[in-house]
């Protein structure tokens, strides 16, 4: 399938600062779209899922804004604290192909600074 | 939780390796992906109700299978050095991929 990819690799913010990760994509038939958040030596962690049918969906001081136009999807994390310090991947399905992958982009590393 | 043993491997060119994966209670899907160094993950297989339900670009040597219990084994014959890497496996409720899907801590293989 088509890839899903990111516009930065590396994000550096001061704590207490709000965080924006950006990903394109250019599959136009995914429907499904999950942001997670993996933390070194550790496995991705589900932080935020999104409907294609939905532009914006907000969890606790996460939201992830959907842009179907222009096949862009973002997560805004508000107050980033230090555990927030990760590496974020967003990733893409569609479930209308048969297929029941998920496609990963390559990741955007967050670091926060004290 | 999603369990998955061993922690770390490693295995020389040429040997084949086993990859064990509980999935978390009430889940019926297991995906297995392939996350290289400083890459996102990457689908291997997915198996529904024991049953292979997609497969992604990987060649033969790649095997898997999912057991009653809805555990499974990712099987990897013949080994590369670039078959290094983080092998994830997630589970989920239900075959619609959409369900979220969680993710053990994975099994660090290294080739040599």
């Known amino acids: 399938g088509e890839s899903v990819g990111l516009h930065l690799p590396t994000l550096s913010v001061q704590e207490g600062d709000n965080s924006i990760i950006n990903c394109a994509y250019s599959n136009s038939a995914s429907d499904y779209f999950i942001w997670y958040k993996q933390e070194s030596g550790k496995g991705p962690q589900f932080i935020i899922d999104i409907r294609s049918n939905m532009d914006k969906r907000q969890g606790q001081r996460v939201t992830v804004l959907l842009n179907k136009t222009v096949k862009h999807l973002s997560l805004q994390i508000a107050a980033t604290q230090p555990g927030d310090s990760a590496v974020y991947f967003c990733a893409e399905t569609e479930s209308g192909a048969g297929s029941y992958q998920l496609t990963f982009g390559k990741g955007t590393k967050l670091s926060v600074i004290p | 939780g999603v369990t998955q043993s061993p922690t770390h491997l490693i295995k020389t060119r040429g040997q084949q390796v086993t990859l064990r994966c509980s999935s978390q209670?009430?889940?019926?899907?297991v995906s297995w992906y392939q996350q290289a160094l400083g890459q996102g993950p990457q689908f291997i297989f997915q198996y529904y109700e024991k049953e292979e339900r997609g497969r992604g670009n990987f060649p033969d040597r790649f095997s898997a299978r999912q057991f009653p219990n809805y555990s499974s084994e990712l099987n990897v014959n013949a080994l590369l050095l670039g078959d290094s890497a983080l092998y994830l496996c997630?589970?989920?409720?239900?075959?619609?991929?959409?369900?979220?899907?969680?993710f053990g801590p994975g099994t660090r293989l290294t080739v040599l």
């Open positions: 209670s009430g889940h019926n899907t």
């Open positions: 997630a589970s989920s409720q239900g075959g619609d991929s959409r369900r979220t899907q969680y």
